[in-house]
């Protein structure tokens, strides 16, 4: 879970403490902090993104397993965390000093987000696979219930093949995690801008990690109907007609067979998880980066 809202939120992230020098030990230092933040948040946000799932799914939320199970696919989901961090961060941190070499630019937030988009796309080859395997593990039912996360990936891949099986909903997932990523990443950093002016008080991790929550969670809610269309192409069965839809299908089915309340199906987790994943995930990691980077200072 945290592995989707890191990459997410991560795009502004590593400008966190852009008045300092950089050094050879930054990158070493975004690679360890979002992997250590991801993780965190993966652990201690699960159930809600467990209710959130459920909540979505074509099969409704009691019948997808209700308040049982909370943390059903929570090793798949950790264990996808800090590679999936890693990958985005090797990917923007290339793309925004290769953008800002050829725009002669510095610090622009057009760079930054045609970095992270691009970032994004390459993390999904990590985060769809876990996505799989962490949501159907939280929605299983009956004698499918014992399957592991490589057991469910395994029987994807021999049913429905790599692009179908493994990386269904790959297309879903790009579309929700771009849009999210546009939306967050100019909020947070015009949040952190005017932290200062307004209140008269110092960036800390904690201002950080309000401006995270606060951006972070109006993201989520305007991009939650792109969240639903993703779930259900991953749950998707064989024989569930959401495998030969595309995502305008899906969204069109939903709403005329629940209205708006079904396009925003999980809009209250799917918030608070990101709201308060925001919170931990930019605090946790503007400690980290100061704590390595006064360590660096002192060594």
Sequence with gaps: MAADLAQDMAAGSLEVNMQEPVTKFTFLHALVAGGVAGVVVDIALFPIDTVKTRLQSELGFWRAGGFRGIYKGLAPAAAGSAPTAALFFCAYECGKH????ITHTKDSPYVHMAAASAAEVLACLIRVPVEIAKQRSQTLTGHKQQLSGLQILLRAYRTE???RGLYRGFGSTIMREIPFSLIQFPLWEYFKLQWTPVTGYESTPISVALCGAVAGGISAGLTTPLDVVKTRI?????????RRRNAYSILRGIYVERGFSGLFAGFVPRVLWITLGGAFFFGFYDLTTRLLGAANTDH
């Design 98 to 101: 290769f953008l800002s070499s």
């Design 161 to 163: 093949g790599l692009r």
């Design 234 to 242: 991953m749950l998707a069965e064989r024989e569930s007609l959401n």
